[in-house]
Structures are given as structure tokens and as C-alpha cells.
């Protein structure tokens, strides 16, 4: 697997806890969209190591890209101690959560940072003009929480055959769209044709087990789910 040195390119502010670091790649490295890799920072005189989801595309060149939210671990603020041309080491990529093209119709369901692999694949569908049909449940607490929020809305102008619904389960008196955790009444509502579809669903473990619980009660097999847990969230 390939493993080599190299340096932060650009630090992006997604919100206000949630930061994206991009890192320089050789022109040789590939990926498949929703995979994962290692990353080794230097903090306080010892090397720390995370394994993260690719946040960018195999269509965005130059760079890979990991979005963390931060929340005050060791490792957390290690990395928000990073500053641009800082030294890193990267090894990967690894994971199964992909697409490849194969299927006419897939639904996503993701909360929070668990958004990151499925921008990947959202944002590699979108650049390469693919067919395939996406439905996006995003589920939130607000809507300062909302990552690639602006990311999103861009590819779902560009991309005829995508879909984004936000739902958020502490919503401002403003707000005007759907409102609550994601449950089998908003599957049922907003995808359905969902026995039609393969899931890709990705968040903290509680949540992953409740929508893949919630999608065999509504009969949908367990081969048409590709699923990917957060531990440590």
C-alpha cells in the first residue's frame, strides 16, 4: 500500500467546528471515491496516526482532502495545529464504501462529518457527468452544522440526477425545510422508490445501526446496503 511523506497544501473552514486539510500527492496516486486513508501528524515531540475518509474526488487533481470535525481530543487539536507546508505522512487508500458505476440508482443517509465519502462520491458523479440517480438524506443539528452545505447545492446544480434534502433535529424558527432525525416516515417520503436503490450509509455506529435496522423493516436487503461506521465521531 503505498505510504509517503508530504505537506499540507491549503487549510478550508467548513464550519464552525468542522475544517478540511488538503495535502500534496504524487501525480501517480489514485483512489476510488468513499475510501479512506491513514494520516501521521507531529504534535508535542511524538507522531500521532488517524485513518480518515477522502473528503475530495478522484476528478479533483493535485491534492487529497480530509474534513474533520473538531472536538477537542488529542488528535483533534493536533491537526488544528496544522498550518500550511507542515509535514505529514499519508498511507493508503483503503475501504470498500465506493462506487463503481454499477448501478442506475442509489440513496445516501449520513449525519453529520459522515458526510465526507459520500461528497467523494457525490462530487466524482457529479464532474464525470454520470446517469447514475442520487438521493441525499443529510441529517443535522443546524444549519451552522452543515458541512459542504455550499459544496452541495453547486453539484446539485450541476447535476440534474442528484437530489439533496437537509433535515435538521434543532432547527431556527426559520427554518424551512425537513425537520427531525431521518426515519423510515422521510425514507418512505423522499425516496420512494427506495427498494429500487442501493444505500450507502455512513455516520457514528448508533446511527448507522438505526438506519440499517430501519431500512430491513421497510424489507430493503441487507446486500443492497454499503455501510461505513465513525467510531470515535
Known amino acids: 500500500m503505498p505510504?509517503?511523506?508530504?505537506?499540507?497544501k491549503q487549510i478550508i473552514q467548513r464550519t464552525y467546528n468542522v475544517k478540511s486539510f488538503r495535502f500534496n500527492v504524487?501525480?501517480?496516486?489514485?483512489?476510488?471515491?468513499?475510501q479512506y486513508f491513514y494520516v501521521t501528524i507531529r504534535a508535542d515531540g511524538k507522531q500521532l496516526q488517524k485513518h480518515f475518509s477522502f473528503s475530495s474526488s478522484p476528478t479533483e487533481k493535485g491534492y487529497v482532502e480530509l474534513t474533520k470535525k473538531l472536538t477537542g481530543?488529542?488528535?483533534?487539536?493536533?491537526?488544528?495545529?496544522?498550518?500550511?507546508?507542515?509535514?505529514?505522512?499519508?498511507?493508503?487508500p483503503f475501504g470498500e464504501f465506493i462506487y463503481n458505476g454499477d448501478?442506475?440508482?442509489?440513496?445516501?443517509?449520513?449525519?453529520?462529518?459522515g458526510i465526507t465519502p459520500i461528497r467523494s462520491i457525490c462530487k466524482f458523479c457529479t464532474d464525470n457527468c454520470d446517469e447514475t440517480d442520487i438521493i441525499l438524506l443529510f441529517g443535522n443539528r443546524t444549519e451552522e452544522d452543515i458541512a459542504f452545505r455550499d459544496d452541495l447545492e453547486q453539484m446539485r446544480r450541476q447535476n440534474r440526477n442528484l437530489k439533496v434534502i437537509h433535515t435538521l433535529s434543532a432547527p431556527a424558527g426559520d427554518w424551512r425545510g425537513r425537520v427531525g432525525r431521518i426515519d423510515r416516515?422521510?425514507?418512505?417520503?423522499?425516496?420512494?422508490?427506495?427498494?429500487?436503490?442501493?444505500?450507502?450509509?455512513?455516520g457514528?455506529?448508533?446511527?448507522?445501526?438505526?438506519?440499517?435496522?430501519?431500512?430491513?423493516?421497510?424489507?430493503?436487503?441487507r446486500e443492497h446496503m454499503i455501510i461505513e461506521n465513525f467510531p470515535g465521531y
Open 26 to 34: 504524487p501525480d501517480n496516486f489514485s483512489y476510488k471515491a468513499g
Open 3 to 8: 505510504e509517503f511523506e508530504t505537506h499540507v
Open 204 to 221: 457514528p455506529p448508533a446511527m448507522v445501526e438505526s438506519m440499517e435496522n430501519m431500512l430491513k423493516e421497510l424489507k430493503v436487503p
Open 73 to 92: 481530543h488529542e488528535f483533534s487539536n493536533a491537526l488544528d495545529t496544522l498550518r500550511v507546508d507542515d509535514w505529514v505522512r499519508l498511507k493508503g
Open 103 to 113: 448501478c442506475e440508482k442509489i440513496a445516501m443517509l449520513t449525519g453529520g462529518i
Open 185 to 202: 416516515q422521510m425514507v418512505e417520503q423522499d425516496i420512494g422508490d427506495y427498494l429500487e436503490r442501493r444505500f450507502y450509509i455512513c
